[in-house]
């Protein structure tokens, strides 16, 4: 005999309070399990955005790296003086 049916014969609780416990005691572990599936949901959108962002980063840390060797290549050939002619 469960807990519920000996709480019913004892008449300390009614049988609508009884249904209505179990019917609540429901929702709550539908309403944890979507959470959870909620939860998962938006960790992986959050790692998604996270990737994009070290991608993005990624690839602007090498066109400022290549944009910083021309500028080098362009200063160093104009710094370059002619040879003194003796």
Do not use: F, I, W
């Amino acid at each position: 005999m469960s807990l519920r049916d000996e709480l019913l014969k004892a008449g300390l609780v009614s049988a609508d309070r009884a249904k209505k416990l179990e019917s609540d005691t429901r929702n709550q572990q539908h309403q944890s399990k979507k959470n959870k599936t909620l939860a998962a949901e938006e960790a992986a959108r959050q790692a998604e955005a996270r990737r994009r962002a070290e991608a993005e980063a990624a690839r602007k840390r090498e066109q400022d790296r290549q944009l910083n060797q021309k500028r080098e290549a362009e200063s160093n050939a104009g710094n370059r003086s002619p040879a003194p002619v003796s």
